[in-house]
């Protein structure tokens, strides 16, 4: 069964926690200020697509494919990426709140998390190579068997990194924010 094809549309204010989002394949759409949390984007396709002030929070992403697709200041707590179709896969994050979400070993390249709250995020095992998490807060966020190689985490703060836990060859960190590395040996450093 084929699904339907929307393009060049615009999905505003709309509430669908009770009336899913129609399957379809949806290219260069926008979707601003809707509400899809504890619902079902399970099994869509979203090719260039924009969601603006929305919320995902819980959102069931099963399958769904995310190509070329950008959130801006979107909540989305407990989001579970790890169960998105791999196939093509690339989008991006600004002002966004993350806290709880799960990127649970999963290849996420030279992703781009722009002023975003990543508290508690699970990063087991995911492959950051080439990110950028710029003036992120990563308050408890789990990096544990993570490829952090030339990760940009010059202005992420309040993270906690196992240097022997993790791979961070050539990843950029500021003198700010080097004592992230030290976590784990309990000492104190003062300015």
């Known amino acids: 069964m084929n699904k339907p094809f929307i393009a060049d549309q615009t999905f505003k204010g709309k509430d669908y926690r009770t009336d899913r989002l129609s399957k379809g394949e949806y290219e260069n759409c926008i979707f ?4 899809f949390s504890d619902g079902y984007l399970d099994n869509q396709h979203f090719m260039e697509c924009q969601f603006l002030d929305c919320n995902l929070s819980n959102t069931n992403l ?13 909540k989305m707590m407990g989001v579970k990426f790890e169960y998105c179709n791999n196939f093509l896969m690339s989008f991006g ?9 799960s990127f649970y070993k999963m290849a996420l390249g030279a992703i781009q998390f722009n002023d975003c709250k990543l508290i508690e995020v699970d990063f087991t095992e995911t492959d950051l190579s080439g990110a950028s998490l710029n003036d992120c807060d990563l308050e408890k966020a789990v990096f544990y068997d993570t490829i952090l190689e030339k990760t940009d985490l010059t202005t992420a703060y309040n993270f906690s990194i196992d240097p022997e836990r993790n791979r961070i060859k050539k990843a950029k960190f500021s003198k700010d924010n080097i004592v992230g590395l030290l976590t784990k040996y309990n000492i104190v450093i003062e300015n």
């Open 32 to 35: 601003e200020n809707c509400n």
């Open 62 to 74: 099963g399958q769904t494919v995310l190509n070329d697709v950008h959130f801006t200041r979107c």
């Open 93 to 101: 994050f600004s002002n966004c709140v993350l806290n709880f979400s």
